[in-house]
Nanobody, 122 residues
Framework: VQLQASGGGLVQAGGSLTLSCAAS????????IGWFRQAPGKGREGLSC????????YYADSVKGRFTISRDMAKNTVYLQMNSLKPEDTAVYYCAASGYGCFREGNDYDYWGLGTLVTVSS
């Protein structure tokens, strides 16, 4: 059972990236998937979550209107489309799966993927 976040990289401010969260060993269909990030020297921040039924439950104020979460059941993948990126978006981004619901805090998630680094240059 493994989650893997990918798609990070170096981008200029104002640019876009799409992160993917893929699962191996289990299907994401029955899980609620959250995206989190952790910037250097800062705590973990919950960004968004999509429920097992496909409903988007929240966006953090810091990314609302710029980031979009979605899922593709056929590909067993959840995406985070990030537009209008800012230098303060620089962080390691993680996805996590919960069988119980969507939560802004990470403690209630069952599985975590390895993160992917996003660096936004000014």
């Amino acid at each position: 059972v493994q989650l893997q976040a990918s798609g990070g990289g170096l981008v200029q401010a104002g640019g876009s990236l799409t992160l993917s969260c893929a699962a191996s060993g289990f299907t994401l269909d029955y899980y609620n998937i959250g995206w989190f990030r952790q910037a250097p020297g800062k705590g973990r921040e919950g960004l968004s979550c999509i429920s097992s039924s496909g409903g988007v439950t929240y966006y953090a104020d810091s990314v609302k209107g710029r980031f979009t979460i979605s899922r593709d059941m056929a590909k067993n993948t959840v995406y985070l489309q990030m537009n209008s990126l800012k230098p303060e978006d620089t962080a390691v981004y993680y996805c996590a799966a919960s069988g119980y619901g969507c939560f802004r805090e990470g403690n209630d998630y069952d599985y975590w993927g390895l993160g992917t680094l996003v660096t936004v240059s000014s």
